[in-house]
C-alpha cells in the first residue's frame, strides 16, 4: 500500500502553543508534524497508508480531527487539504534545498534564541533495554527522552536552544551523532521532526 504526504489545515490563525504541542503529541504514530501554514491557520502533516489519494485525503482528516477534537478552543473545521505522494514531498524537499543553496547569504539570518524540540527515529526495532538506557544517558544533557516510536523503532527527542530552525536539526542531529557513537551504535536516522517548542 502506497504512502501519502498529507496536509490537512483548519480554521484557526490563533491556535495556542499548547493546541500545537498536544495535536503534535496525538499524531505521533502517523510521523505528524504541526505548524502554521502560510496564511497562519493551524495546520498538521502526516504519513497515511491508502490504496489511493482520495482514500488518503478522508484518513487524513478523520485522523487529524480526531486528534484535535476535545481540545478546548481548537475547532476542527478543515479549510483545506493537500495529499501528495512520498516521493513527490521528497521530490520538492530536493528541490527545496537546491534553491536555498544557490540563494546567497543574508547578512544576518539569526534570530532569537529559543528552544525546539528535535524528534528522530531510526531505523532499529531490536534495541536492547541497555541500548536505551545507554543512549538516554548521553543525551542528559540535551533532555534527551529514548523510548520506542510506535513503529517499535528507536526513537528519541531532544530539546535544543537555537535561533533557528536548521541550525536547531543540525545541532540535534551532531548530538544524536555523538550520543551513538559513545553508546557503539553504528546506526542512521530515519525520520527527523524538528517544532518549536514553548516553554510554560
Known amino acids: 500500500m502506497p504512502s501519502y504526504c498529507v496536509c490537512v489545515e483548519f480554521d484557526n490563525a490563533n491556535a495556542s502553543p499548547d493546541t500545537y504541542a498536544d495535536l503534535f503529541d496525538a499524531l505521533q504514530d502517523v510521523h505528524g508534524a504541526v505548524g502554521p501554514a502560510p496564511n497562519g491557520n493551524l495546520s498538521a502533516r502526516l504519513t497515511i497508508e491508502a490504496d489511493s489519494v482520495l482514500q488518503a485525503a478522508t484518513l487524513g ?3 487529524t480531527q480526531s486528534a484535535i477534537t476535545g481540545q478546548q478552543g481548537s475547532p476542527s473545521n478543515v479549510t483545506g487539504v493537500e495529499v ?13 534545498e537546491q534553491e536555498e543553496e544557490s540563494q546567497p547569504p543574508s547578512v544576518s539570518t539569526r534570530g532569537p534564541v529559543r528552544p525546539y524540540c528535535v524528534y528522530v527515529e531510526f531505523d532499529n526495532a531490536n ?10 544517558d548521553a543525551l542528559q544533557d540535551v533532555h534527551g527522552a529514548v523510548g520506542p516510536a ?20 543540525a545541532v540535534g542531529l551532531n548530538a544524536l551523532k555523538e550520543a551513538t557513537q559513545h553508546c ?17
Open 150 to 169: 510506535p513503529s517499535g523503532n528507536l526513537s528519541a527527542r531532544l530539546t535544543i536552544e537555537s535561533s533557528g530552525l536548521k541550525e536547531a536539526c
Open 84 to 96: 501528495i505522494t512520498e516521493a513527490e514531498r521528497d521530490r520538492r524537499l530536493a528541490e527545496g
Open 184 to 200: 557503539s551504535l553504528h546506526i542512521e536516522p530515519a525520520l527527523i521532526t524538528v517544532r518549536t517548542e514553548e516553554r510554560k
Open 127 to 136: 534495541a536492547s533495554p541497555d541500548t536505551y538506557a545507554d543512549l538516554f
Open 61 to 63: 482528516i478523520e485522523r
